[in-house]
């Protein structure tokens, strides 16, 4: 396993990226996106590898490298290293990844048509830094690919989207910015007063577990207030999450594939890594609050869901809903809930990706993405209606789809949840399957809609899917088959990570 390198896995993308861009690089726009796809799909490989030769029954970390300058460690006087490290967590969410930036990759040809270079230059760049965001192990370093991550993003939304698409990348970047910094005042006040109290300079995530008995209540509970709203805005949680409609309804397709499949899924990671284990007893503290708000997320998200007339925000709203039960299944305190919740996190990934892809398909025949101005594109498009009508039957929780067992997961774990309020989190759960009922509503609206409703004139000449189209939502729907049949050939993956977890938590 000598060829296994964190390090390539990381910064490959960077230098595929500095490759592309570099003035000798043909500027041909098949040249480019053949070779970039090319890259895409040995990365992705290379990526499995990983997680076949990955030991599930691992107690903690694996295949830990360390980043050397000229033989020397990053900043080893002030304790900070460039450490990365990977556990069954942080490998599903990098092979992840990897697949989402394929799947892109292989959308972007009928959206794309201008700089090419530059695209996939930062599509490289971003999926470099979400790889660094899951693989560090150091405070600092985990940071500054999250602050990287944020130029890679700017560029995508502002460069090829409609013409509101620049206000609204630096509406993200501005509020990015303003909750990062909530983030780095907490990491800086942590990594001080770890020092000021047992008089050790570092940053090594693995060493910062709070004692109560050193580190006064006060004290854990703002820096855990501050990571909590740095890590809330990417998932995105009410009230932090205006910015992720705004930006998917005005993103370009592949753009959107991105946002939904890699960039939320960075929040939860942090959420996990940073709040559950640094502060297992102020994260126990704060279990029925998250779990509540889980539950507002998931209501009001919906009901806003319901309200929208075009689909890209339709479907934005209907992801924040569906990410309230991560928050619920956290909540719970036990390894059913919290297991759901990451399965629910991946799941809600690979299915809102999907969805995209045919909102993508949609739009790159009709120009619109208003609902009203849509109807009957099954009868021209039936190859796009039943590859979405999977995917959409997979969103609403159908069983032996992958949606249903972590939803299930999550709402067990409620109910057998041993917090303290009792009542209250017997409610969640009930609260929960209404909402799932809810759901199924406006996602078969949607799917009506488009699909099933009167063939409008103007959309009788339109053409079915293109068979790289087909293909990308066959592969989407065959994931979802697959791991809706055998959910455990994942969770197994990251079950010993979460007794871990739970056991630092003293549930």
Not at 17 to 39: E, G, L, T
Not at 107 to 135: D, N, P, Q, T
Not at 347 to 368: E, G, P
Not at 427 to 439: D, E, K
Request: charged content about 10%; some cysteine.
């Amino acid at each position: 396993m000598n060829f296994l390198s964190l390090i390539w896995l990381i910064f490959l993308p960077v230098i595929a990226a500095i490759i592309i861009m570099f003035p000798q690089f043909p500027n041909h726009q098949v040249i480019v996106r053949r070779s970039a796809k090319w890259f895409a799909s040995f990365h992705f490989i290379y990526a499995l590898l990983f997680l076949a030769f990955f030991d599930t029954s691992l107690f903690g970390m694996s295949y830990e490298k360390e980043l050397t300058f000229f033989g020397m460690s990053w900043l080893k006087s002030l304790g900070i290293s460039a450490k990365f490290a990977v556990d069954g967590i942080a490998l599903l969410l990098v092979v992840l990844t990897t697949f989402i930036v394929l799947i892109t990759l292989f959308i972007s040809k009928i959206h794309i048509r201008s700089k090419h270079k530059l695209y996939y230059a930062m599509v490289f760049l971003l999926e470099s830094s979400v790889l660094g965001i899951l693989c560090a192990k150091d405070m600092f370093l985990f940071f500054v690919f999250w602050e990287l991550s944020l130029i890679p993003i700017y560029f995508l939304v502002s460069q090829w989207g409609n013409s509101e698409a620049r206000r609204a990348a630096i509406k993200f970047t501005i509020t990015s910015f303003v909750a990062n910094m909530f983030l780095f005042f907490g990491m800086l006040i942590l990594y001080y007063y770890n020092f000021a109290v047992s008089n050790v300079l570092t940053a090594n995530i693995e060493s910062l577990n709070m004692d109560e008995k050193i580190y006064p209540l006060w004290f854990q509970v703002t820096v855990f207030i501050n990571f909590l709203i740095g890590f809330m805005l990417r998932i995105p949680f009410v009230p932090f999450h205006n910015w992720y409609p705004d930006i998917q309804s005005k993103a370009a397709a592949p753009v959107n594939i991105l946002m939904s499949g890699i960039i939320l899924n960075t929040g939860l990671y942090g959420l996990i890594r940073f709040n559950m284990q640094v502060f297992p007893e102020i994260f126990k503290l704060f279990a029925p609050v998250l779990m509540i708000w889980g539950l507002v997320n998931i209501i009001y998200a919906g009901a806003l869901s319901i309200c929208q007339q075009g689909i890209k925000k339709m479907v934005s709203y209907a992801n924040i809903s569906a990410a309230g039960f991560i928050m619920v299944g956290l909540g719970c305190l036990n390894q059913t809930g919290f297991n759901g919740a990451i399965f629910t996190a991946i799941a809600c990934a690979i299915v809102y990706s999907a969805l995209f892809v045919v909102i993508s398909s949609i739009q790159f025949r009709t120009k619109t993405t208003y609902i009203t101005a849509l109807g009957g594109l099954g009868q021209v498009m039936p190859k796009c209606m039943y590859l979405a009508l999977i995917i959409c039957f997979c969103a609403i929780g159908l069983p032996f789809l992958m949606m249903f067992t972590p939803k299930l997961m999550v709402l067990t774990g409620a109910m057998l949840s041993n917090l303290d309020q009792q009542l209250m989190v017997k409610i969640a759960a009930i609260t929960g399957l209404c909402a799932i009922a809810v759901s199924a509503g406006y996602i078969m609206y949607f799917f009506y809609k488009v699909f099933c409703s009167v063939l409008l004139d103007q959309w009788k000449k339109i053409k079915d899917l293109s068979p790289q189209e087909t293909s990308v939502l066959s592969v989407l729907c065959l994931v979802i088959i697959y791991f809706g049949i055998y959910p455990m050939s994942i969770i197994q993956i990251y079950q010993s990570v979460s007794s871990i977890i739970l056991d630092v938590l003293q549930v």
